[in-house]
């Protein structure tokens, strides 16, 4: 049987060969492509998408234009990390906030009735490299996550296609278990 395959959309992350890692060993194969160079539809060939941790500032709606349109336009599960949850959550409406910079890793509480937790317990320590928040989950999302500092720490879309995590899932075994349960949903 073939691995499924992942697209990775590198909008600037540090770590994008961690990320690639991460999803190889919960048993997908990936392929990295530029913010910049995306291409207009996914064809099938892939079955899953992930939108790496950004440089640029999630709410510049025309640099990620595109990218939006290839999210919303695609029929696949898509992950957003860090920035890629910015992002997502900023075209569909939602208000980002400066806020204190986090480093580290951080405790979450999780909703373990959704299937992205379904290898991690209702308390996960997650790695956060970051100082953009978002405060409440846009229209057509909800908090499925949640942190004493930040209110929306993973998001999910109401039709559950659409998924957003604030932290770098890419780091710390909770993040690589909360990637297996979104591989779970392509598989």
Request: proline share 5%; hydrophobic share 40%; charged share 20%.
């Amino acid at each position: 049987m073939t691995p499924p395959r992942v697209l990775v959309v590198n909008n600037g992350t540090l770590s994008l060969r961690q990320l690639q890692t991460r999803l190889e060993e919960v048993g997908s194969l990936s392929d990295a492509v530029h913010v910049a160079s995306l291409p207009d539809r996914l064809d099938g060939t892939y079955q899953a998408m992930v939108l790496s941790g950004t440089k640029v500032r999630a709410y510049d709606q025309d640099y990620y234009k595109r990218l939006v349109g290839l999210v919303m336009g695609s029929d696949v599960p898509v992950l957003g990390i860090c920035g890629g949850l910015q992002i997502i959550a900023a075209a569909a409406g939602g208000h980002l906030a400066e806020g204190p910079q986090r480093v580290g890793g951080y405790e979450v509480q999780v909703d373990k009735q959704e299937p992205l937790f379904a290898f991690v317990k209702p308390t996960v320590t997650v790695f956060h490299r970051h100082t953009l928040y978002l405060r409440q989950a846009p229209p057509g999302f909800r908090t499925i996550g949640q942190s004493a500092h930040a209110p929306v720490e993973f998001l999910r879309s109401d039709d559950g296609r659409v998924l957003g995590s604030q932290a770098h899932l890419e780091f710390r075994n909770d993040g690589r278990e909360i990637l297996r349960g979104f591989a779970q949903m392509y598989s």
